[in-house]
């Protein structure tokens, strides 16, 4: 069965840290990686990788790829208060179109 | 601006009632897609529809059902049979094509009365 796993499921930081999050995933076919932030409603794109872009930068948030190991970690660094939100990770098996979410972590960054 | 919407944003249903949710995009997208959310289990594919008139089951399709009569519209009916229906739902839509990823309406709350 194709599965996606995000941890830490939640996670407290201050201003001006830096912190990782974790997708390791199980799908058939692996086509694609997508990591979205989640605030109160619509989930907003950040990162596609894929296996002809597995390194991905903009501004302080930045994410690989290790297809051989089955994992991503997005990083942001020198957090903000805006920073905080639920960060979920999908992945697309196969040429489906069709994505399979984790859990999420949320993140949550204080003053 | 092109986007997905989705109404209403909130919605009450009560015992043995279907309800409807709306979503229209204008982004030309060929596929469309409904989730269902729940605390603690991320997102969870209820149908999805890569062309007009042609729509397939998701993960939960069960007391579900969906229409795609036009290409910018693809609205979910939550039917009586969906015992536990409370939750945020959210519709997606994409090109269809590889490489380009969905992209989300600002969800409904169901919740029963």
């Known amino acids: 069965e194709d599965k996606v796993v995000q941890s830490p499921l939640s996670l407290v930081v201050h201003e001006g840290d830096t912190v990782t999050l974790n997708c390791s995933y199980e799908?058939?076919?692996?086509?694609?990686l997508l990591w979205y932030k989640q605030e109160k409603k619509a989930p907003t794109f950040l990162f596609m990788l894929t296996s002809s872009g597995i390194e991905k930068k903009s501004g302080r948030l930045s994410s690989i790829l290790d297809k051989k190991e089955l994992f991503s970690i997005l990083n942001i660094t020198a957090t903000q208060t805006g920073d905080s939100a639920v960060y979920l990770c999908a992945v697309e098996p196969g040429a489906t179109n069709k994505l399979i979410f984790g859990t999420g972590t949320l993140l949550a960054v204080q003053p | 601006d092109g986007g997905i919407t989705q109404s209403p944003k909130y919605l009450f249903r009560k015992e043995g009632q279907n309800v409807t949710l709306s979503c229209e995009q204008n982004l030309n997208h060929d596929a469309m897609y409904w989730y269902r959310q729940d605390p603690g289990q991320g997102l969870r594919l209820i149908y999805y529809s890569q062309i007009v008139n042609d729509f397939q089951k998701g993960d939960i399709a069960e007391g579900y059902s969906v229409s795609r009569e036009k290409k910018e519209s693809f609205p979910l009916t939550v039917t009586s049979a969906q015992k536990n229906p409370t939750a945020f739902y959210l519709c997606?839509?994409?090109?269809?094509?590889?490489?380009?990823?969905?992209?989300f309406g600002d969800g409904t709350r169901l919740s029963i009365l």
């Open positions: 799908v058939t076919n692996f086509r694609s």
């Open positions: 997606a839509s994409s090109t269809g094509q590889g490489g380009q990823p969905q992209h």
